[in-house]
């Protein structure tokens, strides 16, 4: 299990499992000096209610109480269970001070996050004092506090210990694609939030927070990075906006990243989404979305990341949003590299602190690339083989500039539809990776007239034997004797391809 010390979820003891990355502040969640407010009488029962539940007695498991705080929770880890208690305190982003309070926000998260993990939510328990003073879950008398109770899980199953160890697979994010674009289309839409508004809101505070760290990241680069996250929000804020009115901004997980994901029952689990403000978690779909690919593309998974993309967008077409994805991907780069930064001023090894420091900075450059990416090319993947095919194209799409790769589109079934997809998607600043077997002339002539109007380049290859008149002026015939073989020698092609020609 794993505790997320800005966010206050605990699902077993991070210190058993080596180190890993800190979980990155959301926006509203800076954190901030707490509120100094006169001592209470709520506070002398939270006092009482953190020595039940320290004591073992108290879940008659016979097995120890691990504690871990944080600046919000405090999470009591007991056998195969969590208790997570919600300090009695207030943050500028949150406010715990009542018995009201934490109760509704134990119910919050429970109802958001059952979305994605019922199986890891089980349940909120009251703590209760009877009028002998005894205290009990869910006993006779009055209620002192609450506690979410959470299914404990194997710290090497959180899928930033698996990207690290390499047991993420391109199968299990196709999973998880389909799962985030199923959470997105029964999440009900929230048009007072979002659009071009709520990104300059991001925008400000990280700027406001990578200020602090500027020395230690290098000045310059997140000056850079600022500047041009500005320009891009006056390049597509209205159509944000437009997005917004459109039901695209929605009741999301808010901060998916792959240390929120679990491999739980052999299936991808979403959890610790955000609870606590509906200005963070009440966003643009791509926006959630782009937490989770940058993630993956910051940890060296290019095809996992598009394999994602692809999934959510087989579920979820969406083609003009994908003009923002650069922006996105840049804002939460940013997001992740302040909270990294920070985290490393608080280590105590040099080394460890070191090591934190230059994975920020990477996030910083990876913002800069991403807000200056290549021009988008359309890429034609003929065979007869339809398994083959479909093999080295998936294999080939995430290699393809600009990040996070090609959309894949196949003219199997409904040809006309996946040129109409292919051109829309251009447009947008993707590639598109069209695979066939180009049985109908037409379909070559309705490519050379997609590159050709939209002024992107072209590039076919023709894997396995080629057919009878191949145009040479547009396929490259390719004879390997493995689908991995094709994907290298793609590779090598299209690293000499002159994408940036125009």
Not at 130 to 159: K, S
Not at 300 to 320: C, H, M, Q, T, V
Not at 353 to 381: K, N
Not at 416 to 429: C, E, T, Y
């Amino acid at each position: 299990m794993v505790y997320d010390p800005q966010r206050g979820a605990a699902f077993s003891d991070p210190t058993r499992s080596g180190p890993r990355e800190p979980a990155a502040p959301r926006p509203a969640r800076t954190p901030a000096p707490a509120v100094v407010t006169p001592h209470t009488p709520d506070e002398d029962n939270q006092q009482a209610v953190i020595a039940f539940l320290s004591d073992a007695a108290s879940y008659d498991v016979g097995q120890p109480v691990e504690r871990i705080d944080t600046h919000c929770s405090i999470v009591f880890l007991v056998g195969t269970r969590a208790y997570k208690l919600k300090r009695a305190i207030r943050y500028a982003s949150l406010d715990y001070r009542t018995l009201a309070l934490r109760r509704d926000a134990c119910t919050a998260e429970l109802r958001l996050n059952r979305r994605t993990a019922p199986c890891l939510y089980l349940g909120m328990r009251a703590v209760t004092r009877d009028e002998t003073g005894r205290l009990a879950f869910d006993g006779p008398g009055h209620a002192l506090d609450y506690v979410v109770v959470m299914r404990r899980f194997a710290q090497e199953d959180l899928f930033d210990r698996m990207a690290q160890t390499g047991r993420l697979t391109p199968t299990l994010m196709r999973k998880l694609g389909e799962a985030v674009a199923h959470l997105h289309a029964n999440a009900p839409p929230a048009m007072l939030y979002g659009g071009a508004a709520s990104m300059r809101r991001v925008i400000a505070q990280n700027e406001r927070e990578l200020s602090r760290v500027a020395d230690a990241l290098d000045g310059a680069a997140v000056g850079t990075l600022g500047e041009q996250t500005r320009a891009w929000l006056n390049r597509v804020g209205p159509m944000l906006d437009a997005r917004r009115d459109q039901g695209k901004v929605r009741r999301c997980h808010g901060d998916l990243r792959l240390a929120n994901i679990c491999l739980f029952r052999g299936q991808p689990t979403m959890f610790d989404c955000i609870e606590f403000s509906d200005e963070v978690g009440c966003i643009d779909v791509l926006y959630d979305l782009a937490f989770l690919l940058m993630d993956l593309l910051l940890s060296g998974g290019r095809r996992l990341a598009n394999a994602l993309f692809n999934a959510y967008l087989d579920i979820a077409p969406d083609s003009e949003g994908l003009r923002a994805l650069p922006l996105f991907l840049a804002l939460r780069a940013a997001t992740r590299s302040y909270a990294l930064a920070g985290g490393a001023a608080r280590r105590a090894d040099p080394h460890e602190a070191a090591r934190r420091l230059a994975f920020a900075r990477r996030h910083i450059e990876a913002g800069i690339r991403f807000l200056s990416p290549q021009p988008p090319v359309l890429i034609l993947m003929g065979a007869a083989d339809r398994h083959l095919r479909a093999r080295v194209a998936a294999a080939t799409a995430g290699m393809v500039e600009p990040v996070p790769g090609a959309r894949l589109l196949h003219l199997d079934e409904f040809p006309v539809d996946s040129w109409n997809s292919a051109a829309a998607i251009l447009a947008a600043g993707c590639s598109a990776l069209v695979h066939g077997t180009f049985a109908d002339a037409t379909d070559e002539m309705r490519a050379v007239d997609i590159a050709n109007r939209l002024g992107v380049r072209r590039q076919g290859f023709w894997i396995g034997p080629p057919r009878p008149n191949l145009d040479p002026r547009l396929w490259q015939a390719l004879c390997p004797a493995s689908a991995a073989r094709a994907g290298q020698m793609i590779k090598l092609r299209l690293a000499h391809l002159d994408v940036r020609a125009g």
